[in-house]
């Protein structure tokens, strides 16, 4: 090993990882300080390896500049800001002047979009589509440019400053659906081999997840706490929260923050409007959607509801069943989050009624 080899960037190596892992230090005490129960303290800690294992690959292993690649930002163990369970997210990043396509199958979903993001916490959405807007072809196959000069039908304007793109697709069945499929490829400018890592990189790096998880952290646990205020009502996302947890803008959005006394649930009445899809889900502290892989009753969504003889639908939340249809199981949590998600409603919006009721 040479001398070059050993000494030139320790330093600033160690520099750059201290600096790190000191903000890791303290955004979980944060974390556990922040927690209104043991069990969401537990669950805290993991959201900041969730969000950890997403900022990684987000600016290490899938970075703008290079071959673009589709990731998973959230999964079924990958989770921020109200991930829905019904919902199959795919994320690629954007270089200023890129020029890329999308091509893929339509598939069986009620829904699918494409949204160009740029970085930053306040009006982050650049230019978006849904499959109601795209030409696809007579076999469901479809192609999609994305950034470059406006090609008419089939473009997403990347503006000047987008960052990234997320792919969303809503599906009834997560697991049995016909499901849709994505392809991204470069158009220009064209790539070459991406470099190997260097000190600079992995410096610049561990300064981007320090910052990353640390907005993320705090934008929950605000938000949370803000709902943790007004207990058991519904409140309107308003838009300006949407776009900072970059949401779609084809949804509406309400949340609850539930609080129950033993013996207790709550009793939601909806009369939902026609729309491409909508559903109410339970959410932790941190707005992660429950563990859901094994067939837990945490989301409702329209495809499921049981309706009553004038259509509207009663849902019930908490920790026991009540014997009812549409239950949503806290699984012996007494407080929970709940988000309801409207997509592409056709009409105004009836408010959902809340009642605490003894079961």
């Not at 790190?20 to 974390?31: N, P, R």
């Not at 795919?90 to 200023?96: G, N, V, W, Y």
């Not at 081999?193 to 646990?221: C, F, K, Y």
């Not at 939902?272 to 429950?290: A, D, F, K, Q, T």
Request: charged fraction near 25%; include cysteine; glycine fraction near 6%.
């Amino acid at each position: 090993m040479t001398k070059s080899d050993t000494s030139s960037n320790e330093q600033q190596l160690r520099d750059a990882w201290d600096a790190f892992t000191d903000s890791l230090k303290t955004m979980g005490h944060e974390v556990l300080r922040s927690a209104p129960t043991d069990v969401e303290r537990a669950d805290g800690l993991r959201f900041i390896l969730r969000q950890l294992a997403y900022r990684e690959e987000q600016f290490l292993e899938f970075p703008s500049g290079y071959k673009p690649e589709l990731f998973f930002p959230e999964s079924p163990t990958r989770k921020v800001f109200a991930d829905c369970p019904d919902t199959i997210y795919h994320q690629f990043s954007t270089a200023r002047r890129g020029q890329y396509r999308i091509t893929g199958t339509r598939g069986e979903s009620p829904y699918i979009s494409f949204t160009a993001y740029r970085a930053g916490a306040v009006d982050r959405v650049v230019a978006d589509l849904h499959d109601g807007e795209l030409n696809i072809n007579t076999d469901g196959t479809f192609s999609l440019t994305v950034g470059g000069p406006d090609s008419g039908a089939n473009h997403l304007d990347l503006g000047d400053d987008a960052a990234f793109v997320i792919i969303r697709e809503y599906t009834h069945d997560r697991i049995n659906g016909v499901k849709a499929t994505f392809e991204v490829e470069q158009v220009s400018p064209e790539l070459g081999h991406r470099p190997e890592l260097d000190a600079n990189q992995i410096s610049s790096v561990l300064g981007l997840l320090g910052i990353g998880l640390n907005w993320v952290n705090a934008a929950t646990m605000r938000l949370s706490e803000e709902l943790r205020q007004r207990p058991n009502v519904m409140n309107e996302a308003a838009a300006d929260l949407v776009s900072e947890m970059a949401g779609t803008p084809h949804n509406h959005y309400q949340l609850c923050y539930v609080q129950l006394e033993a013996g207790q649930a709550l009793e939601l009445e909806l009369d939902p409007p026609s729309c491409r899809y909508w559903s109410v889900h339970l959410n932790n502290w941190w707005l992660e959607s429950p563990e859901f892989r094994d067939g837990q009753y945490v989301c409702i969504n329209d495809a499921q509801a049981l309706r009553k003889p004038d259509g509207t639908i009663k849902m019930f939340v908490g920790p026991e069943d009540p014997g009812t249809d549409n239950w949503l199981d806290t699984k012996g949590r007494s407080e929970t989050i709940l988000l309801a998600r409207y997509l592409l409603p056709e009409k105004e919006l009836p408010p959902i009624i809340t009642n605490l009721i003894n079961i």
